[in-house]
């Protein structure tokens, strides 16, 4: 059985940094493309960031860019995501998502619970 | 900018029979868009219901199909039930590897 756990989220400062990570299971880890979306608060999927399965190439969102980066340890079938320079707007549910091969196309087949992260004072 | 554009909602009567469709605000969406759907309830992860504009994704009921009408991505569900009541996103690849969201459309069953 596929699983994604996530961890790492909480309350966070405005300007703060947090580390996301995403603990998979019940695949071959090494073989797919993953990504993170995360859901502001009663809004919508926001895609924010993708690393193809050897981490060789890492992709991310406007929004992001520039202050997260994506990582991947195929020997521990873990996915992480550091958060630095946190804003309020950062604030949503985080969600680690597997890809259903190695492509960039938005084929998300599995993925995690969430988690919350909070930006604020 | 760029925006996916969906109905913010939508509704059908049980049984009936609902398509959603997925734009962009400026062009038109194809097959080279690779655009799919997800469905999601409150407080829970979306769930994965079709990819590659009409593929299926494993145990999703053929009652879901996906298509492109004109120059939107669709998902149409036929023989609604109670428990499609909930959000629809689309998303869309855009190149470069990065992907854009739909805002989502409610959808009731009433």
């Not at chain 2, 900018?1 to 038109?28: A, D, I, K, R, W």
């Not at chain 2, 407080?43 to 593929?55: C, E, F, H, K, V």
Request: glycine share 12%; with cysteine.
């Amino acid at each position: 059985e596929v699983q994604l756990v996530e961890s790492g989220g909480g309350l966070v400062q405005p300007g703060g940094s947090l580390r996301l990570s995403c603990a998979a299971s019940g695949f071959s880890f090494s073989t797919y493309a993953m990504a993170w979306v995360r859901q502001t608060p009663g809004k919508g999927l926001e895609w924010i960031s993708g690393i193809s399965y050897d981490g060789g190439t890492i992709v991310y969102a406007d929004s992001v860019r520039g202050r997260f980066t994506l990582s991947r340890d195929n020997s521990q079938k873990m996915l992480h995501l550091q958060m630095n320079s946190l804003r309020a707007e950062d604030t949503a549910v985080y969600y680690c998502a597997k890809k259903l091969g190695s492509s960039w196309y938005p084929e998300f087949d599995y993925w995690g619970q969430g988690i919350l992260v909070t930006v604020s004072s | 900018q760029t925006v996916v554009t969906q109905e913010p909602s939508f509704s059908v009567s049980p049984g009936g029979t609902v398509t959603l469709t997925c734009g962009l605000s400026s062009g038109s969406v194809s097959s080279s868009y690779y655009p799919s759907w997800y469905q999601q309830t409150p407080g829970q992860a979306p769930r994965a219901l079709i990819y590659r504009t009409n593929s299926r994704f494993s145990g999703v009921p053929d009652r879901f199909s996906g298509s492109i009408l004109g120059n939107k991505a669709a998902l149409t569900i036929t023989g609604a039930q109670a428990d499609d009541e909930c959000d629809y996103y689309c998303v869309l690849y855009m190149s470069s590897g990065i992907s854009l969201f739909g805002g989502g459309t409610k959808l009731t069953v009433l």
